[in-house]
């Protein structure tokens, strides 16, 4: 569904991804794993847009999306879940998950499939943002993306600073997902055992470049613990 063919990115005269090449299925979930500053973020924002290729081509579905605004991506299919969660502290979580409808057209309901796959929206939807716990916060970030029915889920570190039980939740609705047979995932992660888990495959980055790739269940025997490691 999403692929990703030698690309090149830079800030100033630094080089950020060096001919960096992958593929996201339909029905599996990339894993992207790397120490910090490796360019893992920088992928993930080339992917949607937010910041220029040098060089190299994304495509999806067979077209080349590269050269399309963030907006453009959005409507054919792309979800985008920022590290940080970036949800609006002082809209309530229903308006939250209406902005992930923005593109849609007026009136257009809430999936209710949301509110199946994470309850306690549900049950805050006139809360503001803000006042979500951060788990909570992380949940709702990941229903906005899911609110338009994206072809592909783009996850940054969605496990960064959230309790165990919310995380268990999130990767059981990742697997669901992947394993509904509709949707590419890339999920980009510092937490290995998180990554292993929900791996069909794996890059390891470093510098910019990828290091290694293979099979999620092989991710023991390749060592790549031992390349993510700090």
Same mark, same amino acid.
């Given at each position: ?25 339909v ?17 993930l ?5 937010l910041?220029?290729?040098k ?6 579905? #067979? ?6 605004? $963030?907006?453009?991506?959005a409507?054919?299919?792309i979800?985008?879940? $920022? ?5 609006f502290?002082r809209?309530?979580v ?12 007026a009136?257009? @309901?809430? @999936? ?6 994470? @309850? ?9 943002? #803000?006042?979500?716990? &951060? ?5 709702l ?6 609110a338009?029915?994206p ?6 570190? $969605?496990?960064e600073?959230?309790? @165990?039980s ?8 990742i697997r669901?997902?992947?394993?509904? &047979?509709?949707?590419?995932?890339l ?8 990554a ?9 980055m470093?510098?910019?470049a990828?290091?290694?790739r ?9 060592g ?7």
């Amino acid at each position: 569904m999403l692929e990703v063919k030698n690309i090149n990115q830079y800030y100033g005269g630094s080089h950020i991804l060096r001919d960096v090449s992958l593929e996201a299925e339909v029905g599996k979930v990339k894993v992207i794993l790397g120490r910090n500053g490796v360019g893992k973020t920088t992928l993930l924002k080339s992917l949607m847009g937010l910041v220029p290729i040098k060089s190299g081509t994304i495509s999806m579905g #067979g077209k080349e999306i590269h050269k399309l605004t $963030p907006y453009e991506r959005a409507r054919l299919g792309i979800g985008f879940v $920022p590290q940080g969660r970036e949800i609006f502290g002082r809209l309530t979580v229903e308006e939250n998950l209406r902005m992930g409808l923005a593109y849609k057209s007026a009136g257009t @309901p809430i @999936p209710a499939e949301l509110f199946e796959l994470f @309850p306690v929206l549900q049950q805050m939807l006139h809360r503001r943002g #803000g006042d979500l716990s &951060g788990g909570q916060q992380q949940q709702l970030a990941i229903a906005r993306a899911l609110a338009a029915g994206p072809k592909v889920l783009i996850l940054d570190e $969605p496990t960064e600073g959230i309790q @165990p039980s919310i995380i268990k939740d999130i990767g059981r609705v990742i697997r669901m997902l992947a394993d509904r &047979g509709d949707m590419a995932i890339l999920l980009v992660e510092q937490y290995y055992d998180f990554a292993q888990e929900l791996a069909d495959d794996y890059i390891v980055m470093e510098r910019g470049a990828v290091l290694a790739r293979g099979m999620g269940q092989n991710m023991e025997v390749d060592g790549v613990r031992g390349l993510v490691a700090i």
